[in-house]
């Protein structure tokens, strides 16, 4: 059977997309004695992060990587800020709520945005971004589509953008870390995700990572950056030359320092293999009470998004209230997908056996069940190994 989480599982069980439970690595980092974001040490540190962030991407050998100070919407907004000017046009994948909040940005950053859109648990077609990219100088792309659990299919949507010379920004929040990314062989020039997905750190930090190409773009600009807090030129200046720009949250660096190099080292191989392994013992235990998988493509399911449609008459509001007075967060759909859906988190430390289990042990006694137990057990026990 998958081993549990290393240590005691806290009390409170978070099964949302986002936060995830911090990793316990993380957790104790918090600890550590503060130090100032000039010191040695922490520059030390920095360099490390900056190294396991480009294993983590897939960058060529000296691709630029930093830590933002905000959450992975900051990720999302500093790529804009940076590389779009007033009047630029560019192309923005839209299959759900953050292809939709990308959009926005670009707009607010004076671009001329035109859309791709998918319907709601469909991916991105490929073939349709290649059709509407006519002058765009920067296509934006969310890897997988937390809000309706698609996987958009990256690498074909990438091959078709570097063709045209334009710049890809991709949101990488629900996949770096548990899922495959490969920045340098896909000709990815901006990615971003955040510190409480997929690598269970807590939340402030956006890991970045800049191509040369971007960099580029970004010091041939007419006009500064108008986001000051996060211009290329600004991070740089603390990252690379160790000269002040803002203080940042150096016990944030810590832990998220401890969850990164916990995430290489247990492996990304490992990391896909218990995500398939409680996504399909989650099935098992739900099926047989009506509860099927949201996106019907198979190829197109996020892995680390479970999104299951639930089953006729089922109470959403009801059960999700009685599950958090028993200190267990699930998330229901959002917008559209309201009481039509649950999202499963299955990123960093919640795609684990216990939490699920509890989840289980739960439903069984609020619905009346018997068997849900059983069968997650079960289905984890036939994986082999
Ligand atoms: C959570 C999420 C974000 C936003 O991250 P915050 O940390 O909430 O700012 C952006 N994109 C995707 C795909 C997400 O799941």
């Not at 299919?153 to 899922?179: C, F, H």
């Not at 289980?360 to 082999?384: C, I, K, Q, W």
Request: hydrophobic share 45%; net charge negative.
């Amino acid at each position: 059977m998958l081993e549990d989480t290393p240590t005691p599982f806290p009390q409170h069980i978070l099964l949302t997309p986002g936060p995830t439970p911090i990793h316990p690595r993380a957790q104790r980092a918090l600890l550590r004695e503060m130090l100032g974001h000039m010191d040695p040490e922490v520059f030390a540190l920095n360099r490390e992060i900056q190294a396991d962030l480009r294993e983590m991407y897939g960058t060529a050998p000296e691709t630029f990587t930093a830590l933002l100070a905000g959450t992975g919407s900051l990720g999302m907004e500093a790529g804009f800020a940076n590389l779009v000017e007033p009047g630029d046009e560019v192309l923005v994948c839209v299959n759900g709520s953050f292809g939709a909040r990308m959009a926005e940005m670009a707009a607010r950053y004076g671009a001329r945005v035109r859309q791709v859109t998918a319907p709601l648990g469909e991916a991105i077609n490929p073939a349709d971004v290649a059709a509407q990219l006519g002058r765009a100088s920067l296509v934006a792309v969310v890897h997988g589509e937390t809000s309706t659990g698609v996987l958009n299919p990256l690498p074909e949507i990438a091959d078709v953008v570097r063709q045209s010379g334009a710049l890809l920004t991709v949101d990488a929040v629900t996949t770096a870390g548990m899922e495959p990314f490969q920045m340098q062989a896909w000709g990815i020039d901006y990615v971003y995700t955040g510190a409480q997905k997929c690598l269970s750190a807590p939340p402030g930090l956006a890991p970045v990572a800049i191509s040369d190409r971007a960099l580029a773009r970004h010091a041939a600009r007419r006009t500064p950056t108008p986001l000051w807090y996060c211009d290329f030129g600004g991070l740089r200046d603390y990252w690379v030359d160790q000269s002040y720009h803002h203080t940042v949250p150096v016990n944030l660096h810590y832990a998220f320092h401890a969850a990164l190099r916990a995430a290489l080292e247990e492996g990304l191989s490992a990391r896909q293999a218990r995500v398939q392994n409680v996504s399909q013992a989650i099935l098992a235990a739900l099926a047989p009470l009506g509860f099927t998988p949201y996106v019907t493509d198979r190829a197109a399911r996020l892995p680390t998004v479970l999104a299951l449609r639930l089953p006729a008459g089922f109470d959403d509001a009801a059960i999700r209230g009685a599950l958090r007075a028993r200190e267990i967060s699930v998330t229901g759909g959002l917008g559209p997908t309201a009481g039509l859906i649950w999202r499963l988190g299955l990123m960093g430390e919640a795609a684990r056996p216990a939490p699920y289990r509890a989840l289980m042990t739960a439903l069984e006694d609020l619905l009346g069940e018997r068997g849900l137990v059983s069968r997650f057990d079960e289905a984890l026990n036939a994986v082999p190994a």
